[in-house]
Structures are given as structure tokens and as C-alpha cells.
């Protein structure tokens, strides 16, 4: 415990709301026809990358409440997500619930689980903010939508995406680092970062 308690100075306080709000002002844009299309997650479909953000974001709700069972033990990558009836309305209120969940103090302290594995919370809360910034651009890019995330969620999950002596990159995890011009704009950077290219489409 004194290594984490060493290493967290470093880690940035987050708040996930704008990134949860932006995906939320997506869902009303998001089509039924446009369910089986394609995205930038190749093995994820509009309606599968949807489940799993139904998926992720359940989790670490409850990872922030130290809430351990089914839905934090379970890698995401256990089984192709399966999209529940009713998202348009649950996805809404699990997002609500996940930002409360992690403005509780108790949630960055000490460790948590999330996706079966341990990490600390302070950690948890940094690598839910990328999910919601990085899926919520790959929603928008498949939908057709227009998406503005702001300038500090990009900036930590920029943060976090980059490869670091300290935190090597897992390429498990993450594609190659696509590469931008320097001056490219942040959230273009953020997701070449993630492996993604950032002039992606749905017909590419």
C-alpha cells in the first residue's frame, strides 16, 4: 500500500462528467439502422460497442462503491457484449450513477477491481475517464455525430495513453500509436494515441 500511496501525488483528481455527458448527448443521435454498422473497435459493431459501454460503465460504478462480484470480475473481453433492451433509457442513468459514484471520497482510496483485475482506485477512476472520452469519439465518429470533449478529459486521458518508462504501454490493450503532426488538435492526438486513426469513417 506505501508504493501506491507514493506514486498517487502524480495522479490527477478527475471528474467524469463531462466525458459522461457527452456520451449521453449521443445516444438521442444514434439510429436503429445504425446499430449493426460499423466502428472504429473492429470487433465491436455500433450495437456491440454500445453494450459494452453499458458494460464498462456499471463496472466501475460498482468498482467505486468496492461493490466486487459479477460485474467487476469479469474481463471485458470474456464475451462479445450483448445490448439490453432499454439502453436508451438505462445507459443515461448508469452514466449518473457512475459519475456520483466516483465524486465519493472513499472511492480513490485504497485499491478496487474492475474488469478482474486490482488496481488502485485513484488509478480506476483515470482509466474510466479514457473509456468514456475515447468510446464516446468512437460513437460519435460511427454515428455521424459531432463531439466536443473537453479540454482536461482529454488532456488525462492523453496522459494515460502515452507510454512512459514509469507506464509502459500494453499493447494488449491499446493498437500502435497512429501518427499526427505534433499541432494536430487534442482530441486527434488523444486517439491516434489509442491506436485509432483520427480521419476515421464507417465506409473505411
Request: net charge negative.
Amino acid at each position: 500500500m506505501n508504493k501506491h500511496t507514493e506514486t498517487t501525488p502524480t495522479i490527477p483528481a478527475v471528474d467524469l462528467e463531462p466525458a459522461a455527458r457527452q456520451i449521453a448527448g449521443l445516444l438521442p443521435g444514434i439510429h436503429e439502422q445504425q446499430l449493426a454498422g460499423p466502428t472504429p473497435c473492429p470487433d465491436y459493431t455500433v450495437r456491440e460497442l454500445l453494450a459494452h459501454v453499458v458494460g464498462l460503465t456499471t463496472a466501475f460504478r460498482d468498482a467505486a462503491r468496492k461493490d466486487f462480484g459479477p460485474t467487476t470480475d469479469t474481463a471485458p473481453d470474456a464475451a462479445l457484449p450483448v445490448l439490453a433492451e432499454g439502453w436508451r433509457e438505462a445507459l443515461p442513468t448508469l452514466l449518473d450513477e457512475l459519475v456520483t459514484a466516483w465524486r465519493a471520497p472513499a472511492a480513490r482510496q485504497g485499491m478496487t477491481r474492475a474488469g478482474g483485475v486490482d488496481l488502485p482506485g485513484e488509478v480506476a477512476a483515470v482509466v474510466v475517464l479514457d473509456e468514456l472520452v475515447i468510446h464516446g469519439w468512437d460513437l460519435a465518429r460511427s454515428t455521424g455525430q459531432k463531439y466536443e470533449p473537453d479540454e482536461g478529459s482529454l488532456r488525462v486521458s492523453l496522459a494515460m495513453l502515452t507510454p512512459s518508462d514509469a507506464v509502459p504501454r500494453s499493447e494488449s490493450i491499446f493498437g500502435p500509436p497512429v501518427p499526427v503532426a505534433a499541432d494536430a488538435p487534442l482530441v486527434d492526438r488523444a486517439v491516434a494515441m489509442s491506436g485509432r486513426r483520427p480521419d476515421w469513417q464507417p465506409g473505411d
